[in-house]
């Protein structure tokens, strides 16, 4: 594991060191709160393939706000 050190500026911006960037890209991530401690988890490659899941299909967008808060709490917890 390797560990930075980044600092919060005025603003509430955390700026990420250039090897990282380099690993994981822009974002977009999680940030969760876990005990004492903020995570970032990268979502972009494990959303991907979650793309089109609704096509073809008839659902309310109140079917698939719920289905999408499943499947984002299932991610999240197999991150943790």
């Known amino acids: 594991m390797k560990v930075?050190?980044?600092?919060?500026?005025?603003?509430?911006?955390?700026y990420l060191p250039a090897s990282l960037r380099k690993k994981f890209g822009?974002?977009?991530?999680?940030?969760?709160?876990?005990?004492?401690?903020?995570?970032?988890?990268?979502?972009?490659?494990?959303?991907?393939?979650?793309?089109g899941i609704f096509r073809g299909k008839n659902l309310s967008a109140e079917e698939m706000d719920k289905i999408i808060e499943e499947e984002t709490e299932k991610l999240l917890r197999e991150e943790l």
């Open 4 to 14: 930075e050190i980044v600092k919060v500026d005025k603003n509430g911006r955390i």
């Open 26 to 51: 822009n974002g977009p991530f999680y940030i969760v709160e876990r005990d004492n401690e903020i995570v970032l988890i990268p979502i972009r490659k494990k959303i991907e393939k979650y793309y």
